[in-house]
């Protein structure tokens, strides 16, 4: 079974900040993993993907992640936040090869404030 | 172009009625999705489609019924409506199982 972990459902950064949003994983097949952003009544939307190629996957809007197999996660960073960062942030996990139903298991999300 | 929309945007309604939500794919994608995301914002998955075939029933009421007319629609047909349905549907879409899903705006159902 997959699951994903996201530790922290609230961060609060300052304006020109580092971001770090966490996520950790449970699979018994290799994983792809994926970062999503939702703003306010809207749809979500592709960050980056990880598909077993490199480790460290580099996203729309200046965020990344990287992939470290040996501690099962895939933590999304931004090295200067800006206030149009403030949103709801999702890691997904789904399975591939011939475990692949398709099926996105998300993480319980984690909201990111940004302040001024 | 918007690459999935959903129709429409809010749906309120009465506890017993039928309603339907729409979902269309002009990326031309293989699979469709229908997730939901509850008052706490968590998402689950309910069903996917791939070439108009059911792939995953993720144990939602039989109230719920998906149909798939062709590759580019998925729509969500929902019967006799209880309050716990209340919630925010999402259609999505990706070219293969297991690819990055595309996601619709949302259906916010508010059952009264």
């Known amino acids: 079974a997959q699951s994903v972990t996201q530790l922290g459902s609230h961060v609060s950064v300052s304006e020109g900040a580092l971001v770090l949003l966490r996520c950790n994983y449970s699979?018994?097949?290799?994983?792809?993993l994926f970062w999503y952003v939702q703003y306010p009544n809207q749809g979500l939307q592709l960050l980056l993907k990880y598909t077993s190629a490199a480790t460290l996957v580099k996203g729309i809007n200046g965020f990344e992640a990287e992939f470290k197999k040996s501690e099962t996660s895939f933590h999304l960073t931004k090295p200067s936040a800006h206030m149009s960062d403030a949103a709801e942030y999702f890691c997904a996990v789904s399975g591939h090869g011939s475990s692949n139903t398709g099926k996105l298991i998300f993480g319980q999300g984690t909201t990111l404030q940004v302040k001024p | 172009d918007t690459a999935v929309s959903q129709t429409p945007k809010y749906l309120v309604t009465q506890m017993g009625n039928d309603k339907s939500i729409k979902c269309e794919q002009n990326l031309g994608h293989d699979t469709m999705y229908w997730y939901k995301q509850d008052s706490k914002k968590f998402l689950k998955i309910m069903f996917s489609?791939?070439?108009?075939?059911?792939?995953i029933n993720e144990t939602v009421p039989n109230r719920f019924s998906p149909k798939s007319p062709d590759k580019a629609h998925l729509n969500l047909h929902i019967n006799s409506l209880e309050l716990g349905d209340s919630a925010v549907y999402f259609c999505?879409?990706?070219?293969?199982?297991?690819?990055?899903?595309?996601f619709g705006p949302g259906t916010r159902l508010t059952v009264t």
């Open positions: 699979s018994s097949v290799p994983p792809y």
């Open positions: 999505a879409s990706s070219q293969l199982l297991g690819y990055e899903q595309y």
């Open positions: 489609y791939n070439n108009k075939e059911l792939i």
